[in-house]
């Protein structure tokens, strides 16, 4: 189902007329042009230039690349060049969605505390807010055994499970107006309205508060610990 999404959202194209390779590992080039897709559905380019050394003017990829360059995606993941033929990594996919997220005023859930993996101290410094983000909002969490693999590849398939993941986490963002903030010193209470409302996907933080609601009513909540 997510790769019938993916396409029918124009994020991918097939490797050919007939075959879409689900098990093909994705490279930088590939997810940034993906993600510039999900991003910008009629296509917009930019005009705000990073130039690498192994970036070509003229590649397929050369606008993906220069869009996430002129938002700062990139930053910690290239400098003089791009790599774009290098398979893209797990905690490098996922900190190009979250910092794509922060760009358009949608962040990801925080949490005071890292989410356990057991791998966590090979996860680049830059990546591990992200990594932990990721995990909290449900778009791309660790493995069974407690793994996350951070410098594993990804192929087009599961690239394609995390973008949709994304889409539908965007979506109930933009739908019910999640609400962040520090809510030390209010008074403690909660006031719903309506009948059948219900909660899920809740969140919370030590010293903050992040969730997405369905169903019918409002809720208030204040003071949370």
Not at 121 to 135: K, M, T
């Amino acid at each position: 189902a997510y790769i019938e999404e993916a396409v029918a959202q124009g994020l991918f194209l097939g490797m050919s007329d007939t075959a879409f390779e689900p098990n093909t590992a994705m490279s930088r080039a590939m997810f940034v042009t993906v993600l510039h897709r999900f991003a910008n559905p009629e296509g917009e380019g930019t005009t705000a230039l990073m130039t690498y050394a192994d970036l070509p003017e003229d590649a397929w990829y050369t606008g993906a690349v220069n869009w996430a360059s002129a938002l700062g995606l990139l930053e910690d993941m290239a400098s003089e060049q791009f790599y774009p033929d290098a398979p893209i990594t797990r905690e490098d996919m996922m900190t190009l969605i979250s910092r794509y997220f922060a760009a358009i005023g949608l962040p990801l859930p925080t949490h005071v505390k890292p989410v356990y993996l057991s791998d966590r101290a090979d996860i680049s410094d830059y990546a591990r807010p992200a990594v932990s983000e990721g995990g909290l909002a449900r778009i791309m969490e660790g493995f069974p055994d407690g793994s996350f693999a951070p410098k594993g590849e990804s192929t087009r398939a599961q690239v394609a499970a995390v973008l949709s993941r994304s889409r539908q986490w965007q979506q109930i963002q933009q739908a019910h107006t999640p609400v962040f903030g520090d809510s030390a010193g209010v008074e403690t209470h909660a006031l719903p309205e309506g009948v059948g409302m219900a909660l899920d996907a809740m969140l919370m933080t030590d010293n903050g508060y992040w969730a997405a609601y369905s169903g019918e009513g409002r809720a208030c909540l204040y003071d949370l610990s």
